[in-house]
């Protein structure tokens, strides 16, 4: 049974970093892409950063610079990375797998976890 588990969530203040994880089980990262994406209230989900089955990672446009993805397969877990986090990053974060190569958007994701959230304040 495929499962992902995020955490890592929390209270930040502005400039802040945090580093969120994916833990996954019931199936191999060899064969599978994860993503990260994120939904704040009222608005639609958006796509951070995937990792392919090989190791290759993809950044969203306006992600870039910011959020770094990473996997260790040794723990099943592929990890995100956020630095000088704005108050617009508050959001819930989600990881998504897919096997094989998917497009890295939502809609191509076959398996969710059920998010941890990020507030930002002042």
């Known amino acids: 049974q495929v499962q992902l588990v995020e955490s890592g969530g929390g209270l930040v203040q502005p400039g802040g970093s945090l580093r969120l994880a994916c833990v996954t089980s019931?199936?191999?990262?060899?064969?599978?892409?994860v993503g990260w994406f994120r939904q704040a209230p009222g608005k639609q989900r958006e796509t951070i950063s995937c990792?392919?089955?090989?190791?290759?990672?993809e950044y969203a446009d306006p992600m870039k610079g910011r959020f770094t993805i990473s996997r260790d397969i040794s723990k099943n877990t592929v990890s995100l990375e956020i630095n000088s986090l704005k108050p617009e990053d508050a959001a819930t974060y989600y990881c998504?797998?897919?096997?094989?190569?998917?497009?890295?958007?939502?809609?191509?994701?076959?398996?969710w976890g059920k998010g941890t959230l990020v507030t930002v304040f002042p």
């Open positions: 998504g797998a897919a096997r094989g190569r998917p497009y890295c958007v939502d809609y191509d994701m076959d398996h």
């Open positions: 019931g199936f191999n990262l060899d064969f599978y892409t």
């Open positions: 990792i392919s089955s090989s190791g290759g990672s």
